[in-house]
């Protein structure tokens, strides 16, 4: 009986690895298609999270007026992020210009550590690196970006306006009343999971910057405020977002200041504010929403970046949330789901999802 179970579960282990290959396979080929769809769908939860969030706090204001009111003031806050970076963008340029001495400086110490008697310039490094050569790759760059945020909004717009149904569709996909309450509650654990996500980012990367903020202004590194806005950004992509938060202001503060000692001490109170929200604070208000295990995160992170570039990096945590919560759900890939867990128990959640509400929406 044991070796009769062994060769059964031979092939479906088999079939289980080409279906993943398959799936990642199509996900890379058509990830002009797929990564705009991903992008407003992500969108989409944000804005209907946020739309419940105001009909739950402001009383007063009538359900018909929550979405729309949640979609411009998201639509406000995006355009007010974009003005800040392209405001403080244009004079942080402008002051590395005026750092080239400091910055040729910096370099002759280097080549002096490394052995290396005639350093170059900054002028010899650029001209070696002949950034001409990029210039069409930047442009092109640019306008893919410029086509994927319209076909983003094309998208959210098509997904905002059939939401309604959303939840009737997924209903409707079970065969009786037991299995429709088991999809819509997944349904629901996966929204809970992006949306609790979001939050506990948001919340400690308002947190991080904000410290990082007033330790850069009391250092007076120059474009506190823009690269504060930066941290915050970066934080939403795990472990290089930190990593990018604490090592960039700090290289920025040995281009500005004659003595290595601001950068010292701008990078160790970095650390600490990092280290601080992500070891106490952090794990206190994720609590168990997520349940992923932490190399499960950087594992992912290196997948959806290599599969779909810097947009699968922002969503590489949701989009293992969803994975989790639906490979859960049934018995033949529920393995799969534990080794994504971060305790072995990745229907934690289920048994409180029985119990929340999964009325569709009218």
């Known amino acids: 009986m044991p070796q009769q179970v062994a060769l059964s579960a031979l092939p479906r282990a088999c079939l289980a690895i080409l279906a993943v290959i398959a799936t990642g396979a199509a996900l890379y080929w058509l990830a002009d298609i797929l990564t705009p769809a991903a992008m407003a769908l992500f969108l989409a939860i944000v804005i209907d999270g946020f739309a419940r969030v105001l009909k739950r706090r402001l009383p007063w204001l009538p359900q018909a007026a929550a979405l729309p009111v949640a979609l411009v003031a998201s639509i406000l806050l995006f355009g007010a992020a974009i003005f800040v970076v392209a405001d403080n963008a244009t004079s942080f340029f402008g002051r590395l210009i005026a750092y080239t001495p400091r910055f040729n400086e910096l370099i002759a110490q280097a080549a002096h550590l490394v052995g290396v008697d005639v350093a170059p310039t900054i002028d010899e490094l650029i001209q070696r690196l002949n950034p001409t050569r990029y210039l069409g790759d930047v442009a092109r760059g640019l306008q893919n970006f410029a086509s994927n945020a319209l076909f983003i909004l094309v998208y959210l717009g098509f997904i905002i306006a059939s939401r309604r ?198």
């Open 165 to 362: 149904t959303f939840e009737r569709k997924m209903a409707a996909l079970a065969e009786n009343h037991g299995g429709r309450r088991e999809t819509l509650a997944a349904f629901l654990r996966i929204r809970h999971g992006i949306e609790q996500y979001l939050w506990v980012q948001t919340v400690t990367g308002l947190m991080i910057a904000g410290g990082s903020w007033v330790a850069m202004a009391v250092m007076g590194l120059e474009n506190a405020v823009f690269w504060a806005f930066l941290i915050f950004i970066a934080s939403y992509i795990p472990i290089i977002g930190g990593a990018l938060g604490i090592l960039a202001p700090p290289l920025f503060a040995l281009i500005q200041f004659e003595s290595y000692w601001p950068a010292l001490i701008l990078l160790a109170v970095l650390q600490g504010i990092q280290f601080v929200v992500g070891n106490i604070v952090q794990p206190r208000m994720q609590g168990e929403s997520l349940n992923i295990d932490p190399v499960v995160v950087l594992l992912s992170l290196a997948l959806w970046g290599k599969l779909w570039g810097v947009a699968g990096m922002f969503l590489s945590t949701p989009l293992t949330v969803m994975a989790m919560v639906i490979l859960a759900q049934f018995e033949s890939s529920r393995w799969l789901a534990i080794l994504l867990s971060a305790d072995g128990s990745p229907v934690k959640a289920r048994r409180r999802g029985r119990h929340a509400s999964v009325k569709p929406q009218s």
